[in-house]
């Protein structure tokens, strides 16, 4: 990594950084770099050039995310001083898991940059967004591994697949990666009442975020802070 490249910061708009995906790893965006909140706003209302190209990907513009620095050749190399961000959220504004308007897929990062949830509001029935599926990860703190041994920090120990249907179904996949073992549970009559999101408009993303995260229990959220300074 060339250190001596100037640090710059993410382009942002209203609080946000647009990018056509972000690359988690190194807390920039993949090769394809930026959107302008112009072209996401296109995407987002159906009128851009490209259907193929209709999602987008937002990161909240907390203090210190979004700083890089950039090779001789333009690519994005990873500023180490940069913060990790709350969420991530990839915005699907039609199509697929958004055949009756848009869909959202959420990542909750830790102060490691271990993905500790992520939920997908899919929208295949009323126009409203639901949330289909959460997964929530376990990890192991990485201090408490030998120090050249502490990247196993970052691989979960076990991971809680929920998943739901309007009608009232649901299903819990337990997998526990260290014993190597798998358990279902399925179940019948479940309240999804809260399942239910308003769609947000355009710009809309914290509100949403807020939404989603108020869904996880306490000790969850409290992952969040766990981590280096």
């Known amino acids: 990594m060339n250190k001596n490249a100037p640090v710059q910061r993410s382009p942002s708009a209203n609080g946000y950084i647009y990018a056509q995906r972000w690359n988690s790893a190194f807390r920039t965006p993949d090769p394809r770099g930026f959107l302008s909140v112009e072209e996401c706003e296109a995407r987002w209302s159906g009128v851009q050039a490209d259907a193929s190209l ?3 990907t937002v990161v909240p513009e907390e203090p210190g995310v979004g700083t890089f620095r950039r090779a001789a050749d333009g690519s994005f190399l990873p500023d180490e001083a940069s913060a990790v961000p709350t969420w991530t ?4 504004p039609s199509g697929g898991i958004a055949a009756m308007g848009p869909a959202f897929e959420f990542s909750f990062w830790d102060a490691f940059n271990r993905e500790y949830a992520s939920a997908t509001l899919a929208n295949f029935w009323d126009g409203r967004p639901f949330l289909q599926d ?89 992952r969040r802070l766990s981590g280096p300074p």
């Not at 959220?89 to 699907?92: A, G, S």
């Not at 990485?142 to 990247?151: G, I, M, W």
């Open 54 to 56: 209709g999602w987008f």
């Open 134 to 222: 959460l997964a929530i990860r376990s990890y192991i703190d990485p201090a408490l591994f030998p120090k050249k041994e502490r990247s196993r920090g970052n691989v979960p120990v076990l991971i809680n697949h929920f998943s739901w249907k309007p009608e009232g179904r649901g299903q819990r996949l337990r997998t526990d990666l260290v014993r190597e073992e798998k358990t279902r549970e399925q179940f019948a009559d479940v309240d999804v009442s809260d399942n239910w999101f308003q769609p947000p408009g355009f710009g809309e993303w914290g509100t949403l975020a807020s939404a989603v995260l108020a869904k996880l229990p306490p000790d969850v959220l409290s």
């Open 89 to 92: 959220m990839e915005v699907i």
